[in-house]
């Protein structure tokens, strides 16, 4: 009887089955290619330490992660307005791109379909901007503090009775109307009215608490209907207010206020991204302004003259 098997037989065998000469050869391999990567890496040295964490390495880079605590430079001195061209929706936002996270929390509901489902570019565009001075943030911060809380009241607060005698629809979309209620809300804010409005130069504190001004019809009404006195004291009222300059898209959205107080300056036009125009740039543009109908005119008197 012949021992011996067939070569071909022997080799299936040995190829589906799970012998131990099979294993033997996985765990040579992985022991050459284990040895092989100890011997090629270096060892660290004294004088090359490794960053036990990489959040650390990162931080240290000039492009690094920022700490949310630390504000960007430059951060509330500008407050962007977006509005809705068709549905006259007023979001405010610290920078010219909205964020569509906290953009949606300043929509209430005001009825089925009536909230945008999500931001598009193309429905929305900057309406004004409302630029500080330089190292104002606070300030910034503050009025944007005012505006939002403003905004919420009236979304919540229904002052006129007709509201209730229209159906939701209607009613859904006067509340979404929020052009008009937001350049009032500006003009009152840039004014200084509001507890703990830092738009007020060293706000008068009674009690602990910070008070801002009374202006307007409240003023008058303050001081028993003199008008006369009224106004002598609200003119030095406003000697104590921060300078702030309001960039319009269309001039004609700041006739939506009754009023604007001397400390605000209107420019038609919107400022450039990640530039800024100082109160010098700003009179030099009215001066320029003022002085090209005068050099128009000279030169075209001029040749009249010669003849």
Do not use: C
């Amino acid at each position: 009887m012949n021992t011996l098997r067939p070569l071909p037989l022997l080799s299936s065998r040995l190829l589906f089955s799970n012998g131990a000469r099979t294993t033997t050869i996985g765990v040579r391999y992985a022991s050459t290619e284990a040895a092989t990567a100890t011997a090629t890496t270096p060892e660290p040295t004294e004088t090359a330490s490794v960053p036990a964490i990489q959040g650390e390495s990162n931080s240290k880079k000039p492009g690094g992660h920022r700490p949310r605590s630390i504000l960007p430079p430059g951060h509330a001195e500008r407050i962007w307005v977006h509005n809705h061209f068709i549905a006259n929706h007023i979001i405010y936002s610290f920078t010219p791109e909205m964020n569509p996270t906290k953009a949606f929390r300043q929509f209430a509901y005001t009825g089925k379909k009536l909230v945008p489902a999500k931001l598009r570019k193309d429905y929305w565009r900057p309406m004004a901007v409302v630029e500080f001075g330089p190292g104002r943030g606070d300030v910034g911060r503050s009025v944007f503090h005012k505006l939002r809380e403003l905004k919420k009241r009236h979304q919540l607060e229904w002052d006129d009775p007709a509201m209730l005698q229209m159906d939701r629809r209607a009613r859904g979309r006067a509340l979404n109307d929020e052009r008009g209620n937001a350049v009032a809300d500006i003009a009152a804010v840039l004014a200084g009215r509001g507890k703990g409005n830092r738009v007020v130069v060293g706000a008068v504190k009674e009690g602990g608490e910070e008070k801002g001004l009374v202006v307007g019809g409240a003023a008058a009404e303050a001081e028993g209907g003199n008008a006369a006195d009224a106004k002598k004291k609200r003119e030095s009222e406003l000697a104590g207010l921060q300078s702030a300059t309001v960039y319009w898209a269309n001039e004609q959205d700041k006739y939506y206020a009754e009023e604007w107080t001397a400390n605000v300056t209107h420019v038609v036009g919107l400022p450039e991204k990640g530039a800024k125009k100082t109160e010098e740039a700003v009179v030099e543009e009215e001066e320029a302004a003022a002085a090209a109908p005068a050099e128009t005119e000279a030169a075209a008197e001029t040749p009249k003259t010669e003849q």
